[in-house]
């Protein structure tokens, strides 16, 4: 099963800045990754798909690059609705797809 | 627009089964999987498995071989997960969506709390 690292675990971030979430995959997904948004209470949201293609009705400030083992998430200008959790998802090597483990946006 | 509506929370004893329903509407049933995911308090997501709605084939992560059945009816356009012999740790939010890889629309999740 491919282990997907995340990190930072959280980063304390201020509206406006842009900021980098980083997944890591114990061997390579190739393209086969996606992005996820989740606030309290809510299920999560696609964000990204197949590395780096935006999901339907996602602002371009979200943006995904990489391939292989290295992926990262791209926020160029954080919103306050921005503040959540953000998980990884690799699906190349399925069953089973397997998440991170998360990375928390807070408010700095 | 594409919906899934998942059935209500739900309380049960340990080592009894629950059954979660997710019914899917805005779209053509039989053209997409439905995956299976859980979230234990305060934790992070975990791929339960999936099942093509067409053929009604189920792939399940090894871990819960044995515990969990994933059906699907495409009278109704609704997809069930059975999870059985249930434990504390089963309490979880048990989410549905749509897609065998990943997952673009989301059902609003389900609580099973697992207590004696």
């Known amino acids: 099963e491919i282990v997907m690292t995340q990190s930072p675990a959280t980063l304390s971030v201020s509206p406006g800045e842009r900021v980098t979430l980083s997944c890591r995959s114990s061997?390579?997904?190739?393209?086969?990754l996606a992005w996820y948004q989740q606030k309290p209470g809510q299920a999560p949201r696609l964000l990204i798909y197949g590395a780096s293609t935006r999901a339907t009705g996602i602002p371009a400030r979200f943006s995904g690059s990489g391939s292989g083992t290295e992926f990262t998430l791209t926020i160029s200008s954080l919103q306050s609705e921005d503040f959540a959790v953000y998980y990884c998802?690799?699906?190349?090597?399925?069953?089973?797809?397997?998440f991170g483990q998360g990375t928390k946006l807070e408010i700095k | 627009q594409v919906q899934l509506v998942q059935s209500g929370a739900e309380v049960k004893k340990p080592g009894a089964s629950v059954k979660v329903s997710c019914e899917a509407s805005g779209y053509r049933f039989t053209n997409y999987g439905i995956s299976w995911v859980r979230q234990a308090p305060g934790q992070g997501l975990e791929w339960m498995g999936g099942i093509t709605a067409y053929t009604g084939k189920p792939n399940y992560v090894q871990r819960f071989q044995g515990r969990v059945t994933m059906t699907t009816d495409t009278s109704t356009n609704t997809a069930y997960m059975e999870l059985s012999s249930l434990r504390s740790d089963d309490t979880a939010v048990y989410y549905c969506?749509?897609?065998?890889?990943?997952?673009?629309?989301w059902g609003q999740g389900t609580l099973v709390t697992v207590s004696s």
């Open positions: 061997q390579s997904v190739s393209g086969n």
């Open positions: 969506g749509r897609g065998h890889h990943y997952i673009d629309y």
């Open positions: 998802q690799q699906y190349n090597d399925w069953p089973p797809a397997t």
